[in-house]
């Protein structure tokens, strides 16, 4: 990509059998593309945007059978679009946008069950949308872009997307009233620029999460009803809802009273309202319209601390992800060009931190790494940021093997992808002193998008000589695994044979959508890593919790069949129990026993109304524990959970506990009962949740079920304290270890759980931060934690031994963990002295 290379593509790379990723992108190839392309059935990605390749779209890329990210825009293709591709199993994007394709848009496209993106803008197409697109509420469609195509006739019925985020239809001929019904996710509609009549419907006021609502230029009558206007609560300061209602036939305008609200803006100019009606005047001549080019509000720099102070000669610069922590440090950032090819959002100010974030963590580092110093909407819209990548605090430098990490996660494409975000390009990676890997090019000079033979000179220079022979190694272990979970959930919905598990109903799809009045937003009671979480009713009067596969979660079709044969086994009163699943028209998902008291971190939250007392905890930590090593010893096989958190442990009507989401296990080699160290797992790529991963696991990729016992060691200190695991820059195993320290543990104590016995609370304290050893063989068994957790139980003033277990020996309580031994977790935010959690009243101690 982004080269100086011309001619066609050659016919002959379509004997490559094997090939995964064709990305051609940014050249000056021309020619026509050979139906020989076609054979590529391994092919996972297809990008030959940004060249001048003309002709026609060969039917026979029918048969790209892996097809995922199909990229062929900003070219010149012409015909017209071949309806074969709706043949297409597994794709998600499909970008054509900006070519001189033709004729009508085959209504076969909808049959795309995967399909995420489907963007047409700017072709000469002809004719209307076709009806079938109704059909694409069997999809999990997000985006719908058909601006300026020359389409006529009405909009569809689109009531059925119940995912859709993004519409745009501007800039065509159609005609015939708004669509209403629109799902509760649309985001952006854009229906700008057509022949549209009527009234607005209602439908168009309710839609809670809208941010822009575009429909100027249209014929539209009747009255502007703001009365009718509903929307959540905005996130932050830079989150807007734009209605631009501009050069229509409104008459007059009923206020309302989120008008007032300073994050929306309503533009009437060019109505014939504004002459007649003093209620529309009040928005024909509105100033504060909104750009979507507005810089982003910087830091504040606390007092002697700027650029100045960096060595900028040699590339230096400062941190502004740590300004927020007030801290001023100068490092060396990895630069890199970074653009979405079709974000699912028009503005991007209020997604500024969430992009941010979901880099960090994809790319597994902290987010105050993640710096975007700058971004510009182009031409697609396509959304460029120039992405700085900054060492952990603490350290001026990458060392050579994370950058040759970073760098290959950034080079091929190993980001998974994100509804909200969607499939990203990289324009450049710049690494210059003190790595001193890639020369010629600088952020001023490759930022600008013309110039892309540059960066592209950058890329392969850089490809060769930034990777050490162990990183070579490690890239190719990734290499093989990229983007499967994208593409796993529609390819196992249709290799697989039907699944046939005893005691284990199967539902079908239907029945879903019945069971949760057709995945309405006011049943979702949870979201996770995996997909949306539902309540739902069954026929015969159960209510089930409904775990809804998204493409772009962790697991996919692999890790579905995984979890459903993994949990179709486990029997305990301890964990969730799997009551069925769906596996029908390219869905997955998983039903639960529902569990009415919801999570247990919903309960430690401190705008919880139902506070846990001490003896609650225990009983909950001790329930939990004993669901863990049922896994650990008794499943069948042995499985390490990967991702025990408060968030995973439910409550059910009684308070009693039940570890949840085994989404993530490993099975585990063996583990023994009393404690002896079990065997490794070698993992390739470290999965979890931050602020509870195994720092060992994370350090070292060897998975063991200690690692469980440490995660659950953290949510032993949310337990005693009420706090996250990472709060506002604040490590909770460091900040509590560091209260101990001072002789101020009780500082730290949630003081929501009223009175608690001393002598119960001294051993619980220990054996949080015994779970929490940085050594892995220093840490418990499971085994041992129950006994112990039993033993504290037994201790409570009033509570009787015998309503748990007969196993109640105690353990060899060892002693705190030296300061020199705590945990070091890289995926944790860095470290900072005392803070809030050190500070505050000692609580007072009441016997029970």
Known sequence: ???????????????????????????????????????????????????????????????????????????????????????????????????????????????????????????????????????????????????????????????????????????NQLTGPLPSNLSQTVRTIDLSINQLDGEIPAGLYELRQMELLRLQNNSLDGVVRAELLSHDSFTNEESVFIMDFRNNNFSDLIPGALLAVPNITLQLQGNPGCNASQNVSAYCNVQNDYNVSTPLPLMPVPAGCSDDTCDRTRNQELNYGLLEFGLCQCAYPINVGYRLKSPSFAIYQPYADALQQYLASRLFINQYQVNVSDFSWIEGPRLYVNLKVFPPNGSVEFNTSEVSR????????????????????????????????????????????????????????????????????????????????????????????????????????????????????????????????????????????????????????????????????????????????????????????????????????????????????????????KGILYLHTEANPPLIHRDIKATNILLDQKLAPKVADFGLSKL??????????????????????????????????????????????????????????????????????????????????????????????????HLAFQCCMDETDSRPSMAEVVRELERIWSMLPGESSSSIDNSTASMDTKSVPPKASLPYNPYLSFDMDGGNLVSGTIPSIIPR
């Open 1 to 171: 990509m982004w080269n100086n290379i011309t001619g066609s593509i050659p016919p002959e790379i379509g004997y490559l059998s094997k090939l995964v990723q064709l990305s051609l992108s940014g050249n000056k190839l021309s020619g026509v593309l050979d139906p020989s392309l076609g054979n590529l059935s391994s092919l996972n990605r297809f990008q030959i945007d940004e060249n001048n390749i003309s002709g026609p779209i060969p039917s026979s890329f029918q048969f790209l059978s892996n097809l995922v990210h199909f990229h062929m825009n900003n070219n010149s293709l012409n015909g017209s679009i071949p309806p074969e591709l709706g043949r297409l199993p597994m794709l998600n994007h499909f970008l054509f946008d900006n070519n001189q394709l033709s004729g009508d848009i085959p209504g076969e496209l909808s049959n795309i069950s995967t399909l995420l993106i489907l963007q047409l803008d700017n072709n000469q197409l002809s004719g209307s949308i076709p009806s079938s697109f109704q059909d694409f509420s069997r999809t999990n469609l997000t985006k719908l872009s058909l601006r300026n195509c020359g389409l006529n006739g009405t909009i569809p019925d689109l009531s059925g997307l119940s995912t859709l985020v993004y519409l745009d239809l501007s800039n």
């Open 668 to 765: 585990a080699p063996a583990p023994e009962l009393e404690g002896a160290a079990a065997g490794q797992v070698e993992m390739t790529l470290v999965k979890g949740t931050p602020g509870y991963i195994d720092p060992e696991y994370f350090l070292s990729h060897k998975l063991t079920d200690r690692s469980d016992v440490y995660s659950f060691g953290v949510v032993l200190l949310e337990l005693l304290t009420g706090q996250h695991p990472i709060s506002k820059g604040k490590n909770l195993v460091r900040e509590a270890y560091m209260a101990y320290e001072a002789g101020m543990i009780l500082s730290v104590v949630d003081p929501s759980m009223g009175p608690y016995p001393a002598q119960c609370l001294e051993p619980f304290v």
């Open 406 to 625: 970073l760098y290959s996660q950034f080079a091929t494409f190993n980001i998974s992808a994100n509804r909200t975000f969607g499939p990203h390009e990289i324009l450049f990676i710049f690494l210059g002193f003190p790595y001193n890997v890639s020369i010629g090019a600088t952020p001023a000079s490759a930022g600008g998008l013309k110039a892309g033979a540059i960066a592209g000179i950058v890329i392969g220079v850089a490809a060769f000589t930034a990777v050490t022979a162990i990183s070579i190694l490690y890239i190719a272990g990734k290499r093989w695994g990229f983007f499967s979970a994208v593409g796993s959930r529609a390819g196992t919905a249709r290799r697989h044979k039907r699944i046939k598990v005893d005691g284990v109903q199967d539902f079908t799809f239907k029945e879903m959508m019945k069971a949760t009045n057709n995945f309405d937003s006011t049943l979702q009671v949870g979201q996770g890593g995996y997909g949306r979480v539902y309540r739902g009713t069954l026929p015969d009067g159960r209510i089930v919790a409904i775990k809804r596969a998204e493409e772009d979660s962790l697991q996919g079709g692999k890790e579905f069949l995984t979890e459903l044969e993994i949990l179709s086994r486990l029997h305990h009163r301890n964990l969730v129990s799997l009551i069925g699943f769906c596996d029908d028209e390219g869905e997955q998902m998983l039903i639960y026993e529902f569990m009415e008291n919801g999570t247990l971190r919903d309960h430690l939250n401190a705008t919880s109304k139902s506070p846990l007392g001490f003896a609650r905890r225990i009983q909950i930590a001790l329930g939990s524990a």
